[in-house]
């Protein structure tokens, strides 16, 4: 099991690290594949809601990325010692 467990944390701090790929060529490349953008760069786009402006598309996409990687690293932490 040691074995892995070993690997389990391997990829876990590849995701988490960041080492090995680009963050934020991942994220330009998932958005580059929603057609509903139109071409327009992240930084480009702002999120409102009810007349109020809450934040650019690209801190909403970083952040929402940093949260989906963390908590998929968990679950993936939850299959060792299985």
Same mark, same amino acid.
């Given at each position: 099991? $040691?074995?892995?467990? =070993?690997?389990?944390?391997?990829?876990?701090?590849? +995701?988490?690290? *960041?080492? *090995? /790929?680009? %963050?934020?060529?991942? @994220?330009?490349?998932?958005?580059?594949?929603? %057609?509903?953008?139109?071409? /327009?760069? !992240? =930084?480009? @786009? $702002?999120?409102?809601?009810? #007349?109020?402006?809450?934040?650019?598309?690209? =801190?909403?996409? =970083?952040?929402? /990325?940093?949260? +989906? $990687?963390? %908590?998929?690293?968990? !679950? @993936? #932490?939850?299959?060792?010692?299985?």
């Amino acid at each position: 099991m $040691t074995e892995v467990n =070993d690997r389990i944390e391997e990829i876990v701090e590849f +995701l988490r690290d *960041g080492e *090995g /790929y680009d %963050k934020n060529e991942v @994220i330009v490349d998932i958005l580059g594949e929603i %057609k509903g953008l139109n071409d /327009y760069h !992240a =930084d480009e @786009i $702002t999120l409102d809601w009810d #007349s109020e402006e809450l934040m650019i598309l690209s =801190d909403f996409v =970083d952040e929402f /990325y940093n949260k +989906l $990687t963390e %908590k998929f690293c968990n !679950a @993936i #932490s939850s299959f060792k010692d299985r």
